[in-house]
């Protein structure tokens, strides 16, 4: 059996707020008549015969709760317009040369460990270049 823990508190006549381990929500109506609303959108409403045990209970879900969006996976350089991936190359390839000499810049500038960070980060964005090309040719 689990552990439970509920606790009810009075907020105006006919309005409750209800804490439980699982969240916040909250309960509103009369003898006979009740509509509840917990922190996960599960939206109850109870109509009953008070003092004869009978009663009627229905639920549903809020209608402005969405539904978690799938994930946006990255294109693969395959996937992507022809256009886009003959402009790749140079893209990369002036990358590369912009992080070579922003390396070099640093490492005169005695900032070594950044400037080797940036050389090292050209050479494999002249190697993607190249990939690129290589693909490109072979298609």
Do not use: H, W
């Amino acid at each position: 059996m689990g552990f439970r823990y509920r606790k009810s508190i009075k907020i105006a006549p006919g309005v409750k707020m209800n804490i439980s381990k699982n969240g916040i929500g909250f309960s509103a109506g009369v003898k006979g008549a009740r509509v509840s609303v917990n922190s996960k959108g599960r939206v109850t409403k109870t109509v009953s015969i008070p003092g004869t045990g009978i009663s009627y209970s229905e639920t549903s879900k809020l209608d402005n709760t969405k539904a978690p969006k799938p994930k946006k996976r990255a294109k693969s350089f395959y996937e992507l317009p022809e256009k886009q991936q003959k402009i790749l190359v140079p893209v990369f390839l002036i990358l590369g040369i912009l992080l070579a000499l922003f390396g070099i810049l640093l490492i005169i500038g005695e900032i070594y460990i950044l400037g080797i960070i940036c050389v090292i980060a050209s050479i494999f964005s002249f190697g993607t270049s190249k990939l690129y090309k290589k693909i490109l040719k072979t298609k």
